[in-house]
């Protein structure tokens, strides 16, 4: 048996910055897009721009060897939340989680096909590429909690894209791992991201008709943040670093939150909020902060009043 490779770390994480305004954003590119010339090419777009490289500097880059990935359960670990919905299937649903799929349906919860994307393709109904690939209109997806459900014909699937998701990482797909400590709004950020899918379309590395969203993932909000240095932040010698040395981690424990706290907070992110309005809100933490500041996501985490699934 071949020893598992290790990452490989070409710059080193320093650790948290205290500077106001500026986050840590993890960009990672999936496997549809690895090879020699990726990194390069996508910090070629920063430099080239003033916009970006005047706010933007890298803080940490690695290459995470796909069985070093494999071996840890990195991806099942970042998925966790999805993957309880997709094995548990309906069955994992909330009470509000219920009405909304009745609401936005107008088919009753209790009588729908509603299976987990694993028991959709167990059944031997569907094909793990098929759930993936079929297409069907948008008002047949329906996101909520953080979860997708895809309606194809009479069925409903959790979570369609997890068999693929979990197939298309193996061993033999390496990731790379960037983290920009930025000043930009997340708008102009989701430009950089979309200037970087040009780019790696130009150069060959990416077909043009992959959506962006399959090429690489970067980090929409302070908690998703979170979640990717949970997973992604490696020392060089493949020491998983301690999620209290990032950013918004530092942040929220300056804040008086304990470490404990803020990591369950991640793992169990479904969470009932109170609105400013008075009204209850349930969601995914994670969602629920997407384009925040980190004072507006530690408001938000300080408005949750239950953890419905913990």
Known sequence: MSAVR??????????????????????????????????????????ADPRYREHISLVYLANLPGDFIVRNRIVEQHYASRLFFTRKGKAAFTPSMRRRFTQYFHVDFESATLLGAFDAVAS???????????????????????QTIKRIGDDFIIN?????LLHK???????????????????????????????????GILDERVPLARAFH???????????????????????????????CDFLMRKGLALGSIVNAVRYPI???????????????????????????????MSAVAQPLV
């Open 6 to 47: 290790i990452p490989t770390v070409v710059v080193p994480y320093g650790g948290p910055t205290r500077e106001e305004g500026l986050q840590d954003r993890f960009v990672y590119l999936r496997p549809e897009t690895n090879g020699v010339m990726v990194e390069s090419v996508l910090l070629k777009v920063i430099r």
């Open 124 to 146: 031997g109904r569907f094909r793990w590429d098929e759930l993936f690939e079929v297409w069907v209109e948008p008002h047949d997806l329906f996101e909520m909690n953080g």
């Open 160 to 164: 369609y894209d997890m068999p693929a």
């Open 169 to 203: 990482n193996n061993k033999q797909t390496d990731i790379a791992v960037m983290v920009f400590r930025s000043s930009l709004s997340y708008p102009d950020f989701q430009e950089l991201v979309r200037l970087m899918g040009a780019a790696l379309v130009e150069h």
């Open 218 to 248: 970067y980090s929409k909000g302070p908690f998703e943040q979170l979640l990717d240095g949970l997973g992604y932040l490696y020392d060089g010698n493949a020491e998983r670093l301690p999620i209290a040395e990032t950013s918004f």
């Open 271 to 301: 969470m009932q909020f109170r609105a400013p309005g008075g009204d209850l809100v349930e969601e995914d933490l994670l969602v629920y902060t997407f384009g925040e500041s980190y004072e507006g996501a530690h408001a938000k985490l």
